[in-house]
């Protein structure tokens, strides 16, 4: 019989079977061995074995007390193991303690809100003339390439939602993250991710320079007024031209990010390879972000919804290449948009791997088909036997998005 015993039941007299530490070597000639005195033991136990198996026909069998239990057999041993690895199968879905999301979370919504603040006041101090000073945005910018760089999923959804007052200073964060994760998804150096993400976090700036009531006000525009808001392109290239320490990357990528691929956009009209690579970058996120922010009065188009309008105007308005990167990089069901599982489960996307685009991480809260709220749970679609069937609608269900990020 072949038993699995610890090393310190090895006895003199036994037959070893198997040293159990197949990918180490140990010290012995042969694989299978009888041990004939205590400087053989000594020289099992030096290897760092710690388990192992004797053959009780070829030596001796382990002495155990009355009523003490032998150690397991192999097939014992096999059997269990077996057991084990069923139950960790069946045992869908897999739960991961997601501790980094949560702090990540907290660490992103106060940057959220840091940035925004900072971008506020640095419009009314242009708009009391005062100069941009970039060296202020430097850390921002550092610690929003650090957040997407280690859990995309904690400030990309919550850059979605935005307030009536504050859109443009948030909407100029959500671009700078969105542009990291752009950046990220091309594998550009962090240096030139870092000049796009101040672009995309300074590009609205000649907002600045439009009077409040147009800027804020909440119906449509009059073409007199959107005349008048267009002009913002041209002053944000104004304004960041003559800011010390603005680099070519940034500028650029701000001053063209109403340009579009097929010459319609503005300020100048540039057309395909004019506009530079980090302008047709940014005009990318600018509308994807545009289109997809929550307000109050708003309803934001759902994430996969958006991007298959991007795919669409890609045809004239982008460059078809980037948005598919674009679509590439953000996921088929991008972080902040709700899905319903196989299992009738309900749950918003929190975290898109590259590779695994169909298979994000998910915080589950509701089932569609009972009607209810579950206990949130987070989990890793490519550890479960779950999958996502389709794509959900906020509103339908009214849930409200901003809870659950
Ligand atoms: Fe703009």
Redesign the pocket.
């Known amino acids: 019989m072949i038993r699995k015993i610890a090393v310190d039941q090895l006895a003199v007299g036994m037959f070893i079977h198997d040293f159990n530490c197949g990918w180490m070597d140990h010290p012995f000639v042969t694989n299978q061995m009888l041990i004939k005195d205590q400087a053989n033991i000594q020289k099992v136990i030096d290897a760092g074995i710690r388990e192992l198996y004797i053959d009780t026909q070829q030596g001796k069998d382990v002495a155990t007390a009355e009523g003490e239990a032998p150690p397991p057999t192999a097939e014992e041993v096999r059997v269990e193991i077996d057991q084990k690895i069923a139950e960790i199968v069946a045992a869908a879905p897999i739960v991961i303690p997601v501790p980094t999301l949560a702090e990540e979370v907290k660490r992103a919504r106060k940057l959220h809100h840091d940035a925004s603040k900072l971008i506020g006041t640095m419009m009314t101090d242009i708009r009391l003339g005062k100069q941009i000073e970039v060296d202020q945005c430097e850390p921002l910018v550092e610690n929003i390439i650090d957040s997407i760089f280690r859990v995309p999923g904690a400030l990309l959804p919550l850059a979605q939602v935005k307030t009536q007052d504050e859109y443009t200073f948030q909407h100029s964060v959500s671009v700078a993250a969105l542009s990291v994760a752009f950046g990220r998804a091309l594998d550009l150096p962090r240096e030139e991710i870092k000049q796009l993400a101040l672009g995309g976090l300074l590009?609205?700036v000649?907002?600045a320079k439009v009077p409040l009531v147009i800027l804020n006000k909440p119906g449509k525009l009059t073409d007199e007024e959107f005349g008048v808001m267009k002009r913002?392109?041209r002053a944000?290239a104004e304004l960041l031209e003559k800011t010390p320490g603005v680099s070519e990357i940034a500028l650029k990528a701000a001053a063209q990010?109403?340009e579009r691929y097929d010459g319609t956009g503005y300020p100048l009209g540039l057309k395909g390879d004019e506009i530079s690579l980090h302008g047709q970058m940014l005009a990318i996120v600018?509308v994807y972000d545009a289109i997809t922010s929550l307000r109050i009065y708003h309803k934001g188009m759902p994430p996969t919804e958006a991007l298959r309008k991007m795919f669409e105007w890609s045809k004239f308005h982008f460059n078809p290449r980037l948005v598919q990167a674009f679509i590439k990089g953000i996921g088929i069901y991008p972080a902040g948009s709700l899905v319903r599982m196989e299992s009738g489960r309900m749950g918003i996307v929190r975290e898109v791997v590259a590779a695994k685009l169909l298979q994000p991480v998910v915080k589950i809260f509701f089932h569609a088909e009972r009607q209810c709220y579950l206990d949130p749970e987070t989990i890793d679609l490519s550890l479960s036997q779950d999958k996502i069937v389709a794509h959900e609608s906020f509103e339908k269900w009214k849930i409200d998005q901003a809870q659950w990020l």
Do not use: T
């Open positions: 590009h609205d000649g907002k913002h392109a944000s990010h109403h600018d």
